[in-house]
């Protein structure tokens, strides 16, 4: 009764308006699961490929050879498969493609396809998601990383920093971290409004600010967490997204904001004044994907001090995850479905990512969906983070109100994970 009698692959839109891939998988059973496949802006040179037609129609980013490939390949491949052997269709899947960035077919097609299966295959066991996921192990409801301030790549690099985010950490519960960052986010609005330096809201739906440096942003989102009436690094931290891969050319680290150039030696020195001066938790890809040197050394210097998370540096991608494990490069790693293509290797790698006492944040892309996928990814997987991007946008609000939904409606709610699962952050 699991076994899959269809597959319909459709044009959908994402939030930036770009057409996007979605996949309905139907059971013998009658069960149904669809997905969206989300895409990023800011992406690393070792994510899977995307399939986009290239035509002028969309400014080439229509979707029409994706959803071809679906139809005419990819189905008549799943018809009869048991959708609960997840491995299975996966690596059938990857074979069929038979590139090693799954290019031919369209790393965008083959997630997309994927999480619909999953989806059916939990409906037909009459489980959520997250449960069907955990199966006998914990499950836990993340800590959320939640953007108040874009820039970067998301925001037409007005500041260099790309995500300025909080972390609630003094909370006990899913809720609770909830509303601590809605008064956060409220009282950063509110700041910029009054001094006339607020531009709008950016791709993910953080505050777009009108700032004259990167620091003026980091004392802004110190000042609005005080204004909220929280305890800077107590009860809220910082966490940041630098996406240094956007910043470097030519062996040098431009932060056009503050007008310097740095090494890396001059990147990890202005990073640690940073931290030395603001109450900072976790640094998401502070130095480039392809400055391994610079990670070991930044991670040697602060990983007992700080979560220091590869993003582009690890793209998803287990054996990458090991490597840079093994040489001590970092201490977390961020998960990314659609960066590897499906969920048999996104499993994959937060395994390994645990496995070697890394931590795990899971994690959405600029351009998403109001596909909540990736919250049950965190919560029956045990990830104990998740990162979404602002506390506005219908696309990013759908994804922290299914936490809500899951922490108040489930007949075996998962416990909170809370501030512990940071990697190598201790409260100041």
Avoid at 6 to 24: F, I, L
Avoid at 176 to 201: D, H, I, K, P
Wanted: with cysteine; hydrophobic share 45%.
């Amino acid at each position: 009764m699991s076994k899959i009698t269809a597959v319909q692959a459709r044009r959908v839109w994402d939030s930036r308006g770009r057409p996007t891939v979605e996949v309905e998988v139907t059971l013998a059973c009658g069960a149904h699961g669809r997905a969206i496949a989300p895409s990023g802006v800011s992406r690393g040179s070792h994510e899977v490929v995307e399939l986009r037609d290239g035509t002028p129609i969309l400014a080439g980013l229509d979707v029409q050879q994706a959803l071809s490939g679906i139809e005419r390949e990819i189905r008549p491949l799943l018809i009869g498969q048991d959708a609960r052997e997840q491995e299975i269709i996966d690596r059938k899947m990857v074979d069929l493609d038979g590139t090693t960035n799954k290019s031919r077919l369209g790393g965008n097609a083959i997630v997309a396809t994927s999480m619909a299966v999953l989806h059916a295959a939990a409906t037909s066991a009459g489980l959520p998601l997250w449960q069907y996921l955990a199966g006998e192990n914990s499950a836990t409801l993340p800590l959320a990383q939640i953007q108040i301030f874009g820039g970067g790549a998301h925001a037409g690099r007005r500041i260099d920093i790309q995500d300025l985010m909080v972390i609630a950490i003094g909370s006990r519960s899913f809720q609770e971290s909830l509303v601590m960052t809605a008064e956060v986010y409220r009282c950063a609005g509110e700041l910029m409004r009054n001094r006339g330096l607020l531009a709008g809201v950016a791709d993910e739906g953080g505050w777009w600010p009108m700032f004259d440096n990167n620091e003026q942003a980091l004392d802004t989102l110190v000042c609005a967490i005080e204004t909220a009436g929280y305890v800077p690094g107590v009860e809220v931290a910082i966490a940041l997204d630098v996406a240094a891969s956007e910043l470097r050319s030519n062996n040098m680290y431009h932060l056009t904001l503050d007008a310097i150039e740095l090494d890396t030696d001059g990147m990890c020195e202005q990073l640690a004044r940073w931290i030395e001066r603001y109450p900072i938790a976790s640094i998401e890809d502070p130095l480039a994907e392809d400055d391994e040197a610079g990670w070991i050394a930044f991670t040697r210097a602060f990983g007992s001090r700080i979560q220091i998370v590869g993003d582009d540096y690890l793209v998803t991608d287990a054996v990458r995850i090991r490597g840079a494990a093994a040489k001590g490069a970092c201490n977390s790693v961020l998960i990314k479905p659609n960066q590897t293509g499906t969920i048999t290797e996104t499993r994959a790698a937060i395994a390994s990512a645990k496995l070697a006492g890394l931590s795990t944040i899971v994690s959405a892309r600029s351009g998403d969906s109001e596909d909540t996928t990736i919250v049950h990814l965190a919560t029956g997987l045990d990830a104990g983070q998740l990162k979404v991007g602002a506390f506005a946008r219908s696309e990013r609000m759908a994804k922290w109100n299914e936490c809500v939904r899951i922490e108040t409606d489930s007949a075996k709610a998962p416990r909170f994970a809370g501030a512990g699962v940071l990697a190598g952050y201790r409260l100041t």
